[in-house]
């Protein structure tokens, strides 16, 4: 599996910006198509956004216009830039890493990272 190390939660007011990251370990990152997905309590665990491995971008309804998903080939990183965030955005946060090579598939997942959208 892929380690994938997430980081850049935390409490926002309404209308605040927060950025994400995503480190993910080995060389299969530059060929993995990525995501972020999110998860509020007692909900399923829906995509955010997506970013594939040729750059091709994909985001939910509910965040068009406000978020934006990007990477760093080189420094192996996921991004995901949130602004103007809403209290409905609150939720916990995963990274995802898609790949196959040959003989494996690859479908590896962040610890998640918590974001509390809050007045």
């Known amino acids: 599996q892929v380690h994938l190390v997430e980081s850049g939660g935390g409490l926002v007011q309404p209308g605040g910006s927060l950025r994400l990251s995503c480190a993910a370990s080995g060389g299969i990152f530059t060929l993995a198509d990525m995501g972020w997905y999110r998860q509020a309590p007692a909900k399923q665990r829906d995509l955010v956004a997506s970013?594939?491995?040729?750059?091709?971008?994909n985001y939910a309804d509910s965040v068009k216009g406000r978020f934006t998903i990007s990477r760093d080939n080189g420094a192996n990183t996921l991004y995901l830039q949130m602004d103007n965030l809403k209290p409905d955005d609150t939720a916990v946060y995963y990274c995802?890493?898609?790949?196959?090579?040959?003989?494996?598939?690859?479908?590896?997942w962040g610890q998640g990272t918590q974001v509390t959208v809050s007045s």
């Open positions: 995802n890493l898609r790949a196959k090579l040959w003989d494996h598939e690859y479908d590896d």
């Open positions: 970013i594939k491995s040729d750059g091709n971008t």
